[in-house]
């Protein structure tokens, strides 16, 4: 169920001085909002892109401007540096952390992610120990890297661990990349692409290890110079970067009623949140990292993906049903994921969702030149296509998955090899 809205805004609240927010706020005033306009952040920067900080921003490039442009007409306060505390649905409003009160007819949550801290308190808490979300993150990191340590290890297998690792090595800086899996960036492009991905980086002079897991870390007066795993290897490092996930900025939600947990704030296919009993929150929107919604192009499974373009594409969706009266109706939320990554000299592109992938094939180049388009399927259907440095066939694939198209789509095109179906 879902109450009517009660009226045109005039007051609209963003959550979130994300680069969804930011796409929402422009948005809006492209859409003819002339009311109040205000976005809430819980870093003191003004909006900025998150995609150079693990590349040219630790090469210590742009470190002072990954702000986001914005439209100088925007006309939007900005309530930085005070984290949002509670959600009052009954009353419409949002306390900060600083015990502000702010009102809204429409609300937009956006709040996205942060990065998942190291378990071990004590040593998350060392100098020599970070993470890599943020403008201050990066900033810290990049000036450790300048400052030349001896071996920088890097724990995940996850896209942000291997970028990083790529920015090691052309700083010429010794690395070391611990994966608990038996293959890298298996969660995205699955053990086949992930595995061919880590041979890449060891022969990039990676050292890569596979099944790795830290028992402890050694950091003799609080300075790290060693770790010790779980088989037994030691390994001295005197920088770590634990880029071990995300966890959604949910936790202000709690008591509001919402179905908002680890997993996100769960939304429906026009961006309007749910409350934990199902019913429709007409007036509070989610977007980007933060938001979980059932997407048409995974059979109406409820996801969630960190993804650049998504989140300004929701965003954008989330403005216009935000505006939309009684009789003017609302849009779907219709964005087929994508994903790029540079590392190693090499650009990765992803469209579609490759998890749950049952089937792959290469079908164009090969991994042996390093330049192929592969695709994924699902109980014969195309879900999903990887290209490395060869992402212009990745529009027709693309196309393909939209139309749930078999798998594969079709054969016979330009520099297509004979195509092999194997496990993904």
Known sequence: MSAPLRGAPETILIVGASLAGLAAAHALRAQGYAGALTLVGDEPHLPYDRPPLSKQVLRGQFCDDTTLPRHPDLRAAFRLGTPAQSLDLDARAVTLADGARLRYDRLLIATGTRARPWPNPDEAGLADVFTLRSRDDAARLSARLRAGPRR????????IGFEVASTCRDLDIPVTVLVREGAPLSAALGPRLGGWVGGIAREQGVDLRLGAEIERMEAPGGRLAAVLLKDGARIEAD???????????????????L????????????????????????????????ARWPNPHQDE???????????????RTAARNMLAGPAAGLIRHDHLPDFWSQQFGRTIKLVGLADGADSLAIVHGSLAEGRFVALYGREGRTVAAASVDSARWLPAYAAAIRERAPFPPFEGAVDQPRIRIEEP
């Open 152 to 159: 920088v290890i890097l724990v995940g297998g996850g896209f």
């Open 239 to 257: 920088v770590l970067v634990a880029a071990i996930g995300t966890v959604r900025n949910v936790a202000w939600l709690d008591g509001a009623g």
């Open 259 to 290: 179905a908002a947990d680890d997993g996100g704030v769960t939304c429906d296919g026009y961006g309007r949140v749910l409350r934990a009993n199902g019913d429709i929150v007409a007036e509070v929107f989610a977007a980007g990292d933060v």
């Open 301 to 315: 499974r409820l996801v969630a993906v960190e993804h650049w373009g998504n989140a300004q594409a929701q965003a």
